[in-house]
């Protein structure tokens, strides 16, 4: 799997836009960009995943550049149930062949909503 | 479908004896994964399943570990002789899989569960 590189932490502001942002220089082609998310003392939850256009649901939104060697998760308004950590995974699409199943996680971005 | 279930939540056990964590995955899911996750660590795969066959399994599954999902729903994780740095929380995940494609992109996100706490003293 292509590896990432996420900031440690960021810190935001109830209400105000989060931009998270991502590098997967060595991206395939074929490469999905997926995003979970891991709140304290629960499971990783998903977010969004994308593969070249930018896509939104009622999460988040994913910006993906036009060379696909860079991604920005974006919280439109952050709140204080967003403090979590983000994880950018880079993998082929997990509904694809038997050697496509797992995802790696890295570190993340462990990110802080104040109040 | 209330989700993936795991049991149990919390498990302290001593060095050397055995311990065994179940995984119910969401009913239409025919993936299943095992991940082990440490303090301030993303979480680190195990294993996975396809319907009841074992596709992968990681290095760091050492013979002490096995896992079962012998009619491809529920899964069982078994630790045998465990040691201190077994300490970790285990965590369960399903999704669906190629052959369910027509299903929207959005579905083919891993669900997790909320994880087993495995405590060795």
């Known amino acids: 799997d292509a590896k990432t590189t996420q900031p440690n932490s960021m810190e935001s502001n109830e209400e105000e836009p989060v931009h998270l942002p991502c590098n997967h220089s060595?991206?395939?082609?074929?490469?999905?960009i997926h995003w979970y998310r891991q709140l304290p003392s629960q499971g990783p939850e998903y977010v969004i995943h994308?593969?070249?256009s930018n896509v939104n649901n009622r999460m988040a939104s994913l910006a993906i550049a036009e060379d696909r060697k860079s991604s920005t998760l974006i919280l439109h308004r952050a709140t204080l149930r967003d403090a979590a950590v983000y994880y950018c995974?880079?993998?082929?699409?997990?509904?694809?062949?038997?050697?496509?199943?797992?995802?790696?996680f890295g570190q993340g971005t462990i990110l802080t909503v104040h109040p | 479908d209330t989700g993936v279930s795991q049991d149990p939540r919390h498990k302290i056990t001593k060095r050397g004896q055995n311990v065994t964590f179940r995984c119910d995955p969401i009913s239409e899911h025919n993936r299943l994964y095992w991940y082990r996750q440490t303090l301030g660590q993303g979480p680190e795969f195990l294993t996975y399943?396809?319907?009841?066959?074992?596709?992968?399994k990681s290095r760091l599954l050492s013979d002490r570990f096995s896992a079962e999902r012998p009619k491809g729903s529920f899964s069982t994780l078994e630790i045998q002789r465990t040691e201190q740095g077994d300490s970790a929380m285990y965590l369960c995940?399903?999704?669906?899989?190629?052959?369910?494609?027509?299903?929207?992109?959005?579905?083919?996100?891993?669900?997790f569960g909320s994880g087993t706490r495995l405590t060795v003293v």
């Open positions: 994308g593969l070249t």
């Open positions: 399943f396809q319907n009841e066959a074992q596709l992968e």
């Open positions: 995940a399903s999704s669906l899989a190629a052959r369910q494609r027509e299903a929207p992109l959005h579905n083919y996100g891993y669900t």
């Open positions: 060595t991206i395939s082609g074929t490469d999905y």
């Open positions: 995974i880079i993998s082929p699409h997990p509904a694809g062949g038997t050697s496509y199943g797992k995802l790696t």
